[in-house]
Nanobody, 122 residues
């Protein structure tokens, strides 16, 4: 089972990036897929989550209206489109998977990708 996150980089404030999370080694149709982030010196925090089957989504208040989570069943890939980026969005972004309800509790997620760094300059 592998989750591979990529797409991070350096962007100016107000810009956009799209992160991807490629899933392999398992069929995650009964899972929910989450994006989390961890800034230097801070705890890992929830960003957004999507149910693979049906596409229901939920966002943290800090990103709602700016970020969009989506999935492509044919490509086994989950995306995080990030618009209107702010310096405070700077962090390592991780994708993760779990069974069960659409929640953002870090400890509930069983599978994690390696993270991709997003840096937003002011």
């Amino acid at each position: 089972v592998q989750l591979q996150a990529f797409g991070g980089g350096l962007v100016q404030a107000g810009g956009s990036l799209r992160l991807s999370c490629a899933v392999s080694g398992w069929t995650f149709r009964s899972y929910v897929m989450g994006w989390f982030r961890q800034a230097p010196g801070k705890e890992r925090e929830f960003v957004a989550v999507i149910r693979w089957s049906g596409g229901s989504t939920y966002y943290d208040d800090s990103v709602r209206g700016r970020f969009t989570i989506s999935r492509d069943n044919a490509k086994n890939t989950v995306y995080l489109q990030m618009n209107s980026l702010k310096p405070e969005d700077t962090a390592v972004y991780y994708c993760a998977a779990k069974r069960g309800p659409l929640t953002g509790w870090v400890n509930e997620y069983d599978y994690w990708g390696q993270g991709t760094l997003v840096t937003v300059s002011s």
